[in-house]
Every structure is written in C-alpha cells, then in structure tokens.
C-alpha cells in the first residue's frame, strides 16, 4: 500500500513537471508565431511596397549602409532617444525608407560625423562663426535623425486623419450594398493610397493570418496616436461587442470627424487673426509710415519750392 502511494505521488509530480513544461513550450512557441506575424506583415505592407525612388530615398540608403555599422553604439548613446521610443515612432512614421530601431540609431552616429566634417571644414576654410559651427554641427547631426523621424509620424498620422472620412464613406456604402465587412475593406483599400490602405491591409492581413479581431484592432491601436482614428477604431469594438450594425459605425464616425476638423480649421483661423493684426501694426504699417514720411521729407527738400531754395 505505501509503495501504490509512493507511486502515484511520484507519477503526480512527473505529470505536473510535463505539464509545466509544456506550457512553457506553448509560451515560447505562442510569442514566437507573434513575432513572426508582426515580422511578416510588417515587411509586406511597410518594406515590400513598390515606391517611386526620389532623392532623399537615394540618400539614406547609401548612409544606412554606414549607419548599420554604428547601431551598436547609436543604441549605447540614446539621449532623447530609447530604443521603445524610437520604436514606437517608427510604428505611427510606418517605416521610412524601410528604417529599423537599430539603421536610426545609427544614423545619429553617421550625421554626428558629417557634423564634425562639415564643422572642420568651415574651421579650416575660414569661414564665418566657423567656431561655432564646429561645435554646434556634430550636436545638430545627433538630433536631426530623431526630429526628422517624429516630424515623418506626425505627418502620416495627419494624412491618416485627412483620409478616414473618405475611407470610412467608401465602406458604408459597400456594406449597404449587402457585402462584409472584411470584404468592404479589402474592395476599399484598392482605391486609397497612403497610411489608410497601409494599415487597414497590414489589419486584413492580421486577421487573414489568424490574429484575433479585437487583438488585430488592439496592434492598430498601438500604431497610432491620432485621437480620431483611435475613437473610431475604439467605437468599431465597442459596436462589435454590442451587436450595433457596422455601417452605422462608418457613418457616425465619419461625421463625427469632419465636424471635429471643421471646428479645428476654424480654431486655427480665429488664432490667426490676432497674429496678423500683431503684424500689420507693428510691421506693415510703420513701414508704410516711414514711406509716407520719407516722400514727404524728400518733396520738402527736393521740390518745387523746396526749403533749400527759400534759404
């Protein structure tokens, strides 16, 4: 009887003990296929699309193949910019020029050298504030990367804003006509060029590859900070959830968003008007009184009887 005990305790924990190890397996597989996914989809809809090459694409390729040589050392020295930042930055800018985490670190370390050349070089040719530049050229070239990258998002995640009500329209009207929703966006994205076809195929793709909906909608999330597109995406679950007809959601939504850039546009217009006043009283109009001033002294002077001739 001890040794039945004895037996099943050990058989207990050798069960137990496989158990954990498989799901420890499963763990590692789980985020594996994860990364894999995200590696996949990012490639094909961010790297794989076929881009006109212009001038300033020519130019960070061949100093990408510098600057994977300093990554290392760009990711060691990341004032203002950590790895997770720039990672998520590069997500919402939805890869330049086919730019990684690590090709922008090392950037920084290329345009930190081209600084100091430039800055050399103005010392040795004389130059004005040659000094100056040779100290402030290196510290610019650190920085230029990162503010470029963040401008890049900023803008992306502004075309995105400008597009969805268009794009949003568009898909109300197939799914009026009766088709699905992953089938209204994949017949959509086909007319839309930019960040909008770009995300909504990454998100088919997500979802084609068997991500989960809301999970797929979750990693849309992350990828962008526009207030607009994330209270449309947050309104698309939420209207999931509760079972309230998705072309509703479209077109609520796209109302909501236009009416929240005309008061926008009017907000901007109502701040420029004081800015132009400020302007033409301190700018124009002394300028046009100096004029006005400057004719009447001349005539006084050199006129018809002018008060050099009654002296």
């Known amino acids: 009887m001890d040794s039945f005990i004895l037996i099943s305790v050990i058989l207990i924990w050798l069960f137990i003990l496989i158990g954990i190890v498989n799901i420890y397996k499963y763990s590692i597989e789980k985020r594996e296929l994860k990364e894999y996914i995200e590696e996949v989809t990012t490639e094909a809809f961010y790297f794989g ?14 100093l990408s193949k510098y600057a994977d040589d300093f990554s290392n050392l760009g990711e060691r ?15 919402k800018a939805g890869y330049p020029h086919q730019l990684t985490v690590a090709r922008l670190q090392g950037l920084k370390i290329v345009f930190v050298i081209i600084g100091f050349l430039m800055g050399a070089s103005s010392v040795i040719l004389g130059l004005p504030f040659s000094n100056i530049a040779f100290v402030t050229f290196p510290f610019i070239g650190f920085f230029l990367p990162i503010i470029w990258i963040k401008q ?9 804003r400008q597009d969805l ?23 959509t994205i ?31 999330l992350k990828r962008n900070d526009n207030p607009e597109f994330q209270n449309f995406i947050k309104a698309l679950v939420q209207g999931t959830r509760l079972g309230v007809p998705v072309s509703t959601t479209f077109h609520i939504q796209a109302e909501e968003i236009r009416k929240i850039s005309i008061e926008q546009v009017k907000e901007k217009a109502a701040k420029a008007s004081p800015k132009v006043t400020l302007i033409t009283s301190f700018i124009i109009a002394p300028t046009v009184m100096m004029l006005i001033l400057g004719l009447v002294v001349l005539n006084l002077v050199y006129g018809d009887n002018s008060i050099l001739d009654a002296l």
């Open 49 to 62: 699309k076929e881009k006109k090459t212009s001038r300033v694409s020519k130019v960070i390729a061949r």
């Open 77 to 91: 020295i990341n004032f203002f910019s950590e790895t997770q930042d720039l990672e998520e930055t590069l997500k």
């Open 152 to 160: 890049k998002a900023k803008e992306r995640q502004l075309k995105l």
């Open 165 to 187: 009500p268009d794009f949003l329209d568009t898909v109300t009207i197939s799914l009026q006509a009766g088709a699905g929703l992953d089938q209204a966006i994949k017949e």
């Open 190 to 220: 086909k007319h839309f060029q930019g960040p909008i076809r770009e995300e909504f195929s990454r998100l088919m793709s997500e979802i084609e590859l068997g991500m989960p909906r809301e999970q797929a909608y979750s990693n849309m």
